[in-house]
């Protein structure tokens, strides 16, 4: 029995001397917060590297998601997914609109496009869907969808830094996506997020909402709350983003080695990445079939922990069956979401992961 502890993630930090040689110049000008100059720098560098018109940052992904949907001036009903982070549905709920939730594809895990038109009303007024473990939406799909009854299509791309699907980045889709930077993800600026869009309108709308509703100094425009991103975030941003070809391609290699162990195994499902696809290797998900493999999920995330292997049920429970959702949703609902999510397991995947461990980790789950 190992006695150091392996988590589902850790954060990837720039060196200390990296990151105080950032921050020196925070010292000399004062500037602190209220978009300075180490903010706007982020912004530019992140507008190239995600390949997007343009960016708003934030102080976390899901204010950026929710003063999005505030942007938008959304009314109504809006389609979403259940296999995914409260944040989705909370944004959502938090905005004063209703989530209609739809099944997710069993392949993917992302929504379902052909379940998609059953769900619209004449409430509808927005598609939310999310690119769960950085695979990509039918985004075609969902276009053609949106366009044919005029709904406003909001991406959660909190997993899809850096994805992109024949070139072009996960941020262009829909009228607006959102990214999370929060400490645990491929990208981090410890906590912080951004929401990336092609109509400057949006924008305006957007940076004022983040800084309480003010438009100039004698004019307070919106119900605006304090979202913005301040300049030691940013500068966190800034060395991270210096380092993230390296982040990500160490993360392949800890995929490649769970793959080569893992794949083509009886009752264990991986996820496959289509060939127009640069993933991030954001996420290992595997899905368990206990009638094929004798032994649960449940079973095998105990069997981990024995051996202080620390796998996640990400997403377990589904959204309609947390607390604060089970008097109004039901998980019966989306049946394949209900599956996948009493199946799956995230395995531990960060870019310093020695190999040796994701060996030991697949000898774990063989053996359970
Ligand atoms: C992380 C995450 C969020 C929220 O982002 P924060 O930066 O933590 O606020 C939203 N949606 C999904 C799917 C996430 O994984």
Avoid: W
């Avoid at 290699?253 to 793959?259: E, K, L, Q, T």
């Avoid at 395995?347 to 030991?360: C, I, K, N, S, T």
């Amino acid at each position: 029995m190992s006695n150091n502890k392996i988590y589902v993630t850790r954060s990837s930090m720039p060196d200390m001397s990296e990151y105080v040689e950032e921050i020196a110049s925070i010292f000399q000008s004062h500037l602190l917060t209220n978009m300075g100059p180490k903010h706007d720098e982020l912004a530019s560098n992140l507008t190239d590297y995600l390949e997007v018109e343009h960016i708003s940052l934030f102080s976390n992904g899901h204010m950026a998601l929710e003063l999005c949907l505030q942007a938008l001036s959304l009314q109504g009903e809006v389609i979403t997914t259940p296999f995914t982070f409260a944040s989705t549905t909370h944004a959502i709920v938090r905005s004063g609109l209703t989530p209609v939730f739809c099944d997710i594809d069993p392949d993917t895990y992302t929504i379902d496009v052909n379940k998609i038109e059953a769900l619209i009303t004449d409430k509808t007024c927005a598609i939310v869907p999310v690119h769960v473990y950085g695979n990509l939406c039918d985004t075609e799909a969902i276009d053609k969808i949106a366009k044919k009854y005029n709904l406003k299509v909001i991406y959660d791309a909190a997993h899809a830094f850096g994805v992109k699907r024949n070139g072009v980045g996960a941020g262009s889709f829909g009228d607006a996506s959102m990214f999370s930077f929060h400490a645990t993800k491929v990208f981090n600026t410890v906590e912080g997020g951004a929401v990336c869009y092609s109509n400057p309108a949006i924008g305006d709308k957007l940076h004022c909402l983040r800084n309480f509703g003010i438009l100039d100094q004698e004019t307070v425009s919106d119900v605006g709350a304090n979202a913005k991103m301040n300049e030691f975030q940013a500068a966190m941003g800034l060395c991270n983003l210096r380092h993230i070809e390296e982040e990500i391609a160490k993360r392949k290699a800890v995929c490649d080695r769970y793959r080569k162990h893992l794949e083509n195994k009886e009752g264990i499902k991986l996820c496959t990445i289509p060939s127009d696809v640069t993933h991030n290797y954001a996420y290992f998900p595997v899905v368990f079939d206990e009638t094929k493999l004798g032994k649960t999920r449940n079973d095998i995330f105990t069997s981990l922990a024995k051996e202080n292997i620390f796998a996640r049920k990400y997403f377990y429970p589904l959204v309609q069956d947390y607390d604060c959702y089970k008097d109004r949703y039901s998980s019966d609902s989306t049946p394949t979401a209900k599956y996948i999510a009493n199946r799956v397991l995230t395995l531990p995947l960060y870019a310093d992961l020695p190999l040796e461990e994701v060996d030991r980790i697949c000898r774990i789950i063989l053996q359970a």
